[in-house]
């Protein structure tokens, strides 16, 4: 008992608590901008602009089918070498955000094809141009099938920015690799810790999710 | 790029293979267990039902990283020995049996009711009807999102770089700070994970559309 004790000392859950800190901020960040771009990317991959929707496309595709870890590197180690340098926190960010965009690109085009054509063609025939029946017609109508693979988006999203660990963002499974690095006896405690803090974190944002789910539907 | 290939296309190609190795070894367990945690989901008893729940939700929720390092770090030190590669491929299969479960459960709720009673009605047993009637069936609404989730599989294998397991993200980083020429070598391996990935996110579109 006195080894939990020890283990969760106040200094240890501080510490491990900043940690949490730095992977919901990275992970708010990397949301709201991989967020921002996706609608876009997906929005140009919907309407099929000459050249721009195909060369978009081919982008996505190959960033979608590669792993994030591997972006990861890149950015952290391999963009240096074309005189490209960003700190740990930056890279992180950089390499989520681009990998994430073209996750959501992807919800978002096939949210608004899901949306029956008969809604554009309806809005057409009332007068509307093309881009007020995609925003008020549309749009608002695809944003209720995208909500549940958005968030399940989300939440991988948190999930994934622990392998930023390898690239020593000081986030929650760095520190607690710090910590049982001192003690192996703290290596359970630690491992405890860090699958409850990251389940909480998680399953309260599916909470929030399905509740959302119900209310629109 | 090509010189990085032609100087350790021995490195490389090692680590492609224990990639897909591990891939379709943590797919075919993840593919039982998580059936089975679907079956339960499904089934009229209360108990199992509150056991699939948790299990599915506590290794969705949980980064794969972190199973993973448990059984590369916690579980040799207190249990039995465990090698990268199966350490990492452990943690591999469990992380996606729990996204499988799910897959498989909407799959079996998309058959209509009428095939279970029917199956029941002509006197099978409920899990004779499950085995001979209701699966089957599911699997064609599941191939599509299975295929995905072996395309998730394959670029979340990149973890066993993380627990020595020598797959292909592992082999790649070994490569890039013995060379330094990190740039092209990362490159290279991303290509070399491109070309598993690729087709096969294209093969699925195609199923998909073909299905729906």
């Not at chain 1, 929650?172 to 710090?178: N, S, T, V």
């Not at chain 2, 579980?75 to 591999?92: E, K, R, S």
């Not at chain 2, 294998?157 to 070994?174: K, N």
Request: charged share 10%.
């Amino acid at each position: 008992m006195s080894n939990l004790a020890e283990a969760y000392s106040w200094i240890n859950l501080r510490y491990l608590l900043e940690g949490l800190w730095v992977t919901i901020e990275v992970s708010v960040i990397s949301i709201v901008l991989s967020f921002i771009c996706g609608s876009i990317l997906g929005i140009i991959r919907y309407v099929r602009f000459p050249f721009l929707s195909a060369i978009v496309g081919v982008i996505i595709d190959l960033i979608r089918n590669l792993p994030l870890l591997l972006l990861l590197f890149f950015t952290y180690f391999g963009l240096p070498k074309i005189g490209i340098k960003m700190e740990p926190l930056s890279a992180a960010i950089a390499a989520m955000t681009v990998f994430e965009s073209a996750m959501i690109a992807e919800i978002v085009r096939s949210g608004i094809q899901a949306v029956d054509t008969g809604q554009m063609e309806g809005a057409r025939s009332v007068g509307m141009t093309y881009w007020q029946g995609l925003r008020v017609i549309v749009l608002p109508q695809a944003m209720k099938k995208m909500i549940p693979p958005l968030v399940s988006q989300f939440i991988s999203l948190i999930k994934d920015t622990s392998l930023a660990t390898i690239i020593v963002l000081p986030e929650l499974l760095y520190r607690a690799q710090i910590i049982y690095g001192q003690n192996t006896r703290y290596m359970i405690p630690m491992f405890i810790a860090l699958a409850v803090m990251y389940f909480v974190v998680c399953y309260a944002l599916s909470l929030v999710a399905s509740g959302l789910e119900r209310r629109t539907s | 790029m090509i010189n990085v290939f032609m100087q350790h296309w021995q490195e490389l190609l090692l680590g492609f293979g224990n990639t897909l190795l591990c891939s379709v070894i943590a797919l075919f367990f993840s593919l039982v267990i998580g059936s089975a945690f679907a079956i339960f989901e499904v089934l009229p008893y209360k108990v199992l039902h509150i056991v699939g729940r948790v299990y599915i939700e506590v290794f969705r929720n949980i980064p794969l990283l972190v199973i993973g390092m448990f059984f590369y770090v916690v579980v040799p030190q207190f249990f039995v020995t465990l090698d990268g590669f199966t350490a990492g491929t452990i943690g591999l299969t469990l992380y996606t049996s729990a996204f499988i479960a799910e897959t498989v459960r909407a799959g079996i709720q998309a058959v209509d009711d009428g095939q279970m009673e029917g199956a029941r009605a002509n006197g099978m047993t409920f899990m004779q009807a499950m085995w001979h009637i209701i699966l089957p069936q599911a699997f064609r609404y599941v191939i599509p999102p299975l295929g995905n989730q072996f395309i998730n599989l394959v670029k979340n294998s990149s973890v066993l770089a993380f627990v020595a397991g020598f797959d292909l993200m592992y082999q790649g980083d070994a490569i890039a700070s013995t060379t330094f020429d990190t740039f092209n070598t990362y490159i290279v391996v991303g290509i070399l994970y491109l070309i598993i990935t690729l087709p096969l996110s294209y093969y699925m579109r195609y199923l998909e559309k073909k299905l729906a």
